[in-house]
């Protein structure tokens, strides 16, 4: 079975407050795009769960979020405590005859566009599909939460609210569809350091997730585009700031309606209503170093 995952976009990202089991609680507008890695899924008769990537220094073993997500997929089913098993438990699994999982990247690795979590949740729904049991969406991104905090929404996609963890989703209105060009800096951001920042952060600014919703519910554009905004932006260290705003101000300066880092970066977006000058933006920052998309949004 041929998958595809989809990147996702922050319109909006707000850190509420750490928690005690080290996490954070989150609330943040989440928006799925075109641009997706493609995965291909299909059985082998050696009892081994086998995964490859089309980039060399990705894990090919339980360390890549794909081989995570089948391996809960297959132990939800057998085992009383979730989120235990490893390979090897897998292969002495009466139900598993074999599996390989084939990944064509497209989507930038470290760059807070949830790919490693989006291909898990690829997996997910590709295992859902070719397996006997059916398992409804819910169940399937309770799994997904085993693997990582981005999964839940990335099973769902479309435009969603996700609070708690990452893994409380409440679908909202879709994004009236537009044009995103994303850039991807040169360097790239470890997440659990950001987090671990962002607690003694004094942040300048929140995002007005509600009047994003707000202007979600009113099919308004303009008024998301506004008031994207993520709080990752004041914890970063000054020179990566600084890269992450000079795109910003390109996306502006060529007619974004909005522009705003996604995750905990360092790619930063902007949203066009108008295809020309979404590719006028695409050109200058071709210029400008990293990698550069254009995509739409789903
Ligand atoms: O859940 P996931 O494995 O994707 O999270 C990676 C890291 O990001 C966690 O180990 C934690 O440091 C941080 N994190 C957090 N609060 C969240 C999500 C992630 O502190 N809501």
Redesign the pocket.
Known sequence: MEVLARAKLNLTLD?LD??PD?????RMIMQSVELADVLSLSYNDTGELRVCTSLHFLPNNEKNLAAQAALRWYESDTVQEPGRWDIEDLKSSPGFGGLDISIEKHIPVCAGLGGG?SDAAAVLRALNQMEDRYHDPDTVAGIGAL?????PYCVIGGTALAE???EVLTPLPPLPKCWVVLCKPEFSIS??AL??KIDSVRLRCRPDTQGAIAALEAGDLTGVARRMYNVFEDALPDRQRARVNDIKNVLIQSGALGASMSGTGPTAFGLFDDEERAREAQARLADFGGEVFLTRTV
């Open positions: 850190v750490r928690r080290g996490y954070h609680n989150m979590s693997v990582g905090s981005d999964v708690g963890r990452g997440t659990p987090f671990n």
